[in-house]
């Protein structure tokens, strides 16, 4: 059984199809480590394992069975979205994201522990519980796709998606030891995604390597353009298998903005130095640029963010889902509703996200950070014009104890710095396991421009090649190359 836990998804892939291994055993032995789950990782497990669509060994993803982020809907299945107020609530309809991957041949496993409407960097925001980090079960998995990261890590899941707002894939892929990919925007349907901020959401893969990384997300954005999402666009190109090994004229952007000592833990800017000089090591060339806006990121995402979740959240009042509080009249079952089934968080943001938009400080807050969000995405354009890449650490700090920063709001916000400006710009982003500090992964962003997420792919894929990061925290811990 350890043995076939310890294989990785290609393998595990490639021995169904070979037909030494049944989707069903595959499916059943990570559903016994799912049971087993001292992570506070899932918040619900199938009482029968579900997916008899797909699992045929030889569709693409051979049966290898997937681990949800509780915010994507699936049909008669409790989603919460990790919140009291969708207590109860099971969806008539499936995510189209889950839908293609089952389709594919990946059922789901089970629903991951998240933050709250995925609102936070430590998964403390959780209304069930909070999860730990596999590397060390004091301290948060990052945030807010924390359950998925964890599970993965932990050796609970092969693989899992998530959704990414502001960083909510790539801060957790780096504090856990795993790849994280945020596609462009628009790339994966946002159809059954319980919503957040709607023009910064996407769905995308955390993964144990590259490859598999490449896999789910090929798959994700198979079916094209989906007619339930406006926002959704047909990819360009079919998702490539990354398979090079060096980086040979590949022109690489260092940001000093987002890579700076006084944001980045001495730690990890170690581990992004020395991952530099690997770069010019495989052949790529590594030049300075700026980004001279991305430091009002953070400041212009959490009036946009809160904003428009603001309004997706004035959907959630005691009628159409989940809980309902109070009996007396109208208004104060709104009320009560949202008073008992929204957390500290959720409240803080709607509060903001109102203010920001309320009439006399619109253009002050809400117009003013638009404009900011422009500029970084013209600051972005005008550097993918000197190089191809450009890269950050993904998180200014390692895996932070849990409780650390829950007094603290901006010191959790903070965690967000270097990941918040992709977001805004809509562009895809990467982040690979690049070494450890104190004992724990740190994490190295790639970003790309729009649609390059097979050139992004393929400089991770070399990269990894070369880290050789081992992302069991067992073994990683006992001995893996902080080189
Ligand atoms: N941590 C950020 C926030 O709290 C990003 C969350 C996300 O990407 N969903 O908003």
Known sequence: ????????????????????????????????????????????????????MGTAADAP?????????????????????ASRILEGYRPPYTATAVERLAAAGAPMLGKTNMDEFAMGSSNENSAYEPVRNPWSPDRVPGG????????????????????????????????CGLVGLKPTYGAVSRYGMIAFASSLDQCGPITRDVTDAALLLRHLVAGGRDPCDSTSVDFP???????????????????PELSDAA???????????????????????VEQISLPHSEHGLSAYYVLAPAEASANLSRYDGVRFGLRSGDGDLLSLYERTRADGFGDEVKRRIMLGTYALSSGYYEAYYGRAQRVRTKIAEDFRAAFERVDLVVTPTSPSVAFRLGERTADPMAMY???????????AGLPAISIPAGLSEGLPVGFQITGPAFSENRLLAAAHALEQAIGFDSSPARGKAGAPAR
Not at 61 to 81: M, S, W
Not at 144 to 173: H, M
């Open 414 to 424: 903070m965690s967000d710095y270097c990941t918040v400006p992709m977001s805004l």
């Open 263 to 285: 944001t980045i833990d001495a730690g990890v800017k170690t581990v992004f130095d020395a991952t530099l000089e690997r770069i010019e090591e495989l052949g790529g060339g």
């Open 237 to 255: 190109q079919e998702i490539e298998l990354p398979s090079s090994e060096d980086l040979g004229g590949l022109r690489v952007g260092v940001v």
């Open 61 to 81: 993803l051979a049966g290898v069975p997937l681990a949800v982020k509780d915010i994507f809907c699936v049909e008669g299945v409790p989603t919460t979205a």
């Open 144 to 175: 807010s796709s924390g359950g998925s990261a964890a599970a993965v890590a932990g050796g609970l899941a092969p693989w899992s998606i998530g959704t990414d707002t502001g960083g909510s894939i790539r801060q957790p892929a780096s504090l």
């Open 1 to 52: 059984m350890s043995e076939l836990l310890d294989l990785s998804t290609a393998q595990a892939a490639q021995s169904v199809r070979a037909g030494d291994l049944s989707p069903a055993e595959l499916l059943s032995a990570y559903r016994e480590q799912a049971e087993a789950d001292e992570l506070g990782a899932f918040l619900w497990l199938p009482e029968e394992p579900l997916g008899v």
